[in-house]
């Protein structure tokens, strides 16, 4: 049973006709060709498919379709600014050797940013659990967990500055 | 030592920003017009016959375009010593063996049908243990040979066997001996990117397949001798490769769903695209094989090695994949790492109903090192000798030749060995009791690629353009290594340009030139060898063009400075010097004089000296090649002996741990590395390398677990199959890279993709046995090992 739903995708407003137990990820990939978004796993289990709804990280492998009529969904291509300009956090991940094959890279770039949006200078502790939900085969974390503290300081003094 | 200006820096891989943006290409994010789903159906048994395959219900299902079966598809034989089918008839081996698939519309049709094929089955009995496979009366999983004549035993026709001196009076003059049983599990190579490919033929009926692989020329000859199969004899193919989301051996075979998406492409007319869920990457992909060894070391009494008999079973499952070759290299460590006179090493490898394997990232060395490290600890402790002292005393040297014939050039284990004590306070920390303890591992393995197959070589090209930038086309594969920064890097640092001119293209037959594969540590060592050898080319060529334009061009700008300043004095040029192409030099995109490199009127942009090329009469472009094929052998196939790599890698890691004795937890505290890398290409991507792979040896020490019943998996999906994640690893991670500059690696750089993982599990274990005096010997090191281990050693101390 198809089934129309409205929401806001990367700021700007959508409708989509979908079938009702669709889960997010695959309307993103699918109806909306946003790749960016990766299943890694199809099951809650590795944080590849993350997405932020209303600001808030969630496994969009597991999102019923239907959960985000009215809502704001930020997906990885849409923190890309003009020309595209990368994110901070996206920039300290190039800058900082927190990518290898890129696979879980989108996924936890925005769990990264769901992270600091809610704590500007998290701690490394803070930092690991904030990413706790992704798995990555490739990098052992260290790089991430460094990218993630740099943009972390990064964007703080980018905020003092424009404050 | 070289002097460079870019080797050896830290930068961001060339790769790193799409991937960060979310605009690289996977396979799954693929499509292709008209593109079809195609979905496989697997056995239901471990064993069995099969009688009958009812596919009527799935053909009438709307959206179905294809479905076949080995019943209505040419025979096509794969793997290494092509024992196993595309698709299976008359018997299933294993729960993986593909019976069936189909091509639809879209992935929920293609299901829908699949599970609408009815397949009828009479049950064999199974052989899950490679020891009993062994037994007398066991279950053949095979009757016949690849060549069709009976079988009478489940032995894989691959056997090892490597001896050198005299190991029975090695062994009764021996001061100490030490003897041990170790285990490792199966190991799911876990790609964050699951597998998958799209096939599709052209109107001639050439095949185009992209696909995850690792080997994109050598899977070229594998699906063209599919199409052979199909009747399309002389039809060629050509394999792409899409951005990887990881690989770490899974790629180094063709497999079953590559050829069924072929076959359904054929069948079809529509491009095919098949990728596994997680569930099937667990169940449907070839782990890192299972082993079981028995070792026994002497050494005399001041503690020098006297001998090591290394017997190793390896479980090979119902097909034979490269899996059965990695005994090659785990005799590389059991002869050579650390000096010992004589050897004794046998591998047997025997079928079972169990999934197949394959090899996966250190291609048997992980095995062979948890074995060896763990025992020499063993017989230092048996010799009243410091582990740490007796890898020492043992530690190999440069310019030795071991008893395998590897001839070792570079050597920088007793570094990485002091390194790792010095790192770990190990004087002060070891055998401290308290339930904390250190313990170190060493390992050994090809640095300068290794001779698997009879070519060893890779191509490079490079296209100069117009712009003074640098096409520079491998047959290499990017997998998440850094591949393509370090050859970007290398090929910068070899021509004479700055790294963003260069990019570095890979993964398509058509347009890059022949390599063997992306295996063996060896991607950067070899292609950086190719690439430094096709730069050399190009700007003999350059200052040949250079030698041309200079003195034209000189003129001319000194008569037009005349012309503005008739003051101007003409320079003193020797212009002879300017016609020699041996007068020139080229660094940072700009052609100068040696003699006068600061001179302005004698720089010119290289792109300048490009174009006049292109636009002279009678003109000329710059593409130049070279085919680098180490100077390395092939092992003997009777004798095991051969110099395998051009030159090998050394390397120790070291664990401080705690052991908590209430609930059997290894806790670590502090993970050291020191790796003999010969040189630093990339230093971002190296760490990230060694970062990487000693995560995942991590892993294999504490958590990981491929876990069968009678050859089916029990925990497809990573809640039940635990792969460390961010929160787990709360300690330091200490990386050194040593540099010994090995002459034969480009700018001194030896392969290092591998290595990170070899020696984490024996190191974790020997801290485990320091902090509570339990050794334990089948991976990976669980709480309840511990606690069962600390239990008995209570009951009998
Ligand atoms: S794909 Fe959603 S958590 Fe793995
Ligand atoms: S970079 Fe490969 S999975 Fe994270």
Redesign the interface.
């Known amino acids: 049973m198809k089934k129309t739903i409205r929401f806001v995708l990367n700021g700007y407003e959508v409708t989509a006709e979908v079938a009702a137990h669709k889960m997010l990820l695959e309307v993103l990939r699918e109806g909306f060709q946003l790749t960016g978004a990766k299943e890694g796993c199809g099951q809650g289990e590795c944080g590849a498919c993350t997405v932020l709804v209303d600001g808030l990280s969630v496994n969009s492998c597991l999102y019923p379709i239907l959960e985000v009529e009215g809502r704001s969904v930020t997906t990885v291509e849409g923190l890309l600014g003009e020309g595209n300009r990368l994110h901070p956090i996206q920039e300290a991940m190039v800058e900082n050797g927190g990518i290898q094959c890129g696979f879980c890279t989108p996924g936890i770039v925005m769990s990264a940013k769901a992270l600091l949006d809610e704590i500007p200078l998290p701690d490394e502790a803070r930092i690991r659990r904030g990413i706790g939900g992704h798995l990555c085969r490739c990098t052992g974390y260290v790089q991430i967990v460094e990218s993630i503290r740099r943009a972390a300081e990064k964007m703080a003094a980018q905020g003092e500055r424009d404050s | 030592m070289y002097d460079t200006r870019f080797v050896g820096g830290s930068v ?2 060339p ?12 396979i ?2 693929l499509i292709r017009p008209g593109m079809l789903y195609g979905k496989i159906k697997f056995s239901d048994h471990a064993h069995a016959r099969i009688i009958h395959i009812d596919t009527s219900r799935a053909e009438r299902l709307a959206g179905v375009r294809a479905v076949v079966t080995g019943y209505n598809t040419p025979e096509i034989r794969i793997g290494f010593i092509k024992d196993n089918f595309a698709l299976k008839k008359g018997k299933v081996r294993q729960y993986r063996d593909e019976v069936a698939a189909v091509a639809a519309v879209d992935p929920d049709v293609a299901q829908e049908a699949v599970d609408l094929i009815r397949v009828e089955y009479e049950e064999l009995p199974g052989v899950f243990d490679p020891e009993e496979a062994m037994a007398e009366g066991a279950p053949l999983v095979h009757e016949t040979d690849p060549r069709g004549r009976p079988k009478v035993d489940n032995m894989v026709p691959v056997p090892w066997k490597f001896e050198a001196g005299d190991l029975e009076s090695a062994k009764r003059s021996a001061a100490f001996i030490a003897e041990g049983r170790y285990e490792t599990p199966l190991i799911q ?6 597998a998958g490919c799209i096939a599709e033929f052209d109107l001639q009926n050439n095949l185009i397949i992209h696909t995850k692989t690792q080997i994109p020329f050598l899977a070229q000859n594998d699906f063209n001798q599919a199409l052979a199969a199909m009747g399309l004899r002389g039809k060629r193919t050509r394999v792409i490769v899409p ?4 690989s ?1 051996g899974t790629g180094l075979d063709t497999h079953g769903y590559e050829y069924i998406a072929i076959l359904l492409a054929y069948k079809s007319g529509r491009p095919v695209k098949i990728v596994l ?2 569930e099937e990457e667990f169940t449907a992909l070839s782990p890192r094989q299972p082993t079981r060894t028995h070792i026994i070391q002497g050494c005399d009494a001041a503690g020098r090695l006297a001998f090591r008999e290394v017997r190793m079973l390896l479980d090979n499952g119902a097909y034979t994949s490269w899996g059965a070759t990695t005994p090659s290299v785990m005799m590389l460590p059991i002869s050579s790492l650390y000096r010992v006179p004589n050897v004794f090493y046998e591998a047997k490898i025997v079928y079972t109903n169990n999934t197949y394997c394959q090899a996966m990232r250190g291609y048997g060395n992980p095995q062979a090192a948890w074995a060896l490290e763990c025992n020499i600890d063993q017989l230092a402790e048996t010799a009243g000798i410091d582990p740490y002292e007796f890898r020492q005393r043992n530690a190999n040297v440069p310019d030795e030749i071991t008893p395998m014939g590897l001839q070792i050039t570079t050597c920088g284990l007793d570094r990485c060995l002091d390194t790792v004590a010095e790192k770990l306070d190990w004087k002060r920390k070891r055998g401290k009791g308290g339930a904390r303890g250190v313990g170190m591992a060493s390992l050994f393995h090809v640095g300068g690629s290794g001779r698997v197959y009879r070519s060893d070589g890779t191509g490079v090209i490079m296209k100069l353009d117009d712009f003074g930038c640098v096409s520079v086309l491998a047959g290499g594969v990017e ?4 591949f393509i920064s370090a050859l970007s890097l290398t090929a910068a640092e070899a021509l004479g340009v700055t790294p963003d001119r260069v990019s570095v293209l890979t993964g398509d037959t058509a347009t890059c030139p022949w390599d063997v594969g992306t295996h063996a540590s060896r991607g950067a060592f070899t292609a950086g060898n190719a690439a430094i050898m096709a730069a050399r080319k190009a700007r003999e060529q350059i200052f040949q063009l250079a030698s041309e334009h200079f003195m034209p061009r000189v003129h001319a700008n000194l008569k037009r400075r005349r012309k503005r300043d008739p003051d101007f004095e003409l320079p003193d040029f020797n212009y002879e010097r300017l016609c020699d192409p041996s007068e020139f030099e080229l660094r940072e995109n700009v052609v100068f004089l040696k003699e006068e490199p600061e001179n302005p009127m004698l720089r010119v942009p290289l792109e300048e000296i490009l174009r006049a090329a292109h636009y002279k009469e009678q003109g000329t472009m710059i593409v130049t090649e070279a085919f680098y094929d180490p100077c390395n052998q092939m092992l003997d196939a009777r004798t095991c002996r051969g110099n395998m790599s051009a030159t090998y890698i050394f390397g120790t890691q070291g664990a401080e741990v705690e052991v908590d004795t209430e609930t059997g937890r290894v806790r670590i505290l502090k993970f050291v590395a020191a790796h003999d890398v010969g040189r630093v290409i990339n230093q ?2 190296i ?2 390398q060694i ?6 040896g991590l892993g294999y020490a504490l958590c990981e677990e491929y876990k069968s019943r009678e050859g089916r998996n029990l925990n497809p ?3 039940d199959y635990k ?1 460390l ?3 787990d ?2 300690f330091p ?1 200490e990386i050194e890279c040593i540099e010994t500059h090995d002459l034969e690696g480009p700018f001194g750089a030896k392969g290092v993709g591998e290595p990170g993982l070899v020696a984490t599990a024996p190191a974790v274990a020997n801290a485990v046995y320091d902090a509570v005096g339990v050794r334990i010997t089948d991976l990976p090191i669980t709480p309840e090992k511990v606690l069962a281990a600390l239990k008995r050693k209570k009951e009998r101390p």
């Open positions: 961001p891989r790769d790193a920003p799409d991937k960060a943006a979310g605009k690289a290409l996977y799954h994010d190579q876990s790609c964050m990117g699951t951005t990887l989301g990881g770490f869920t997680r997998m998440g290594q850094g971002q991507t760490k990230g970062y990487g792979g000693v995560v995942q999906n990573f809640l792969i994640s961010a929160p690893l709360d991670i």
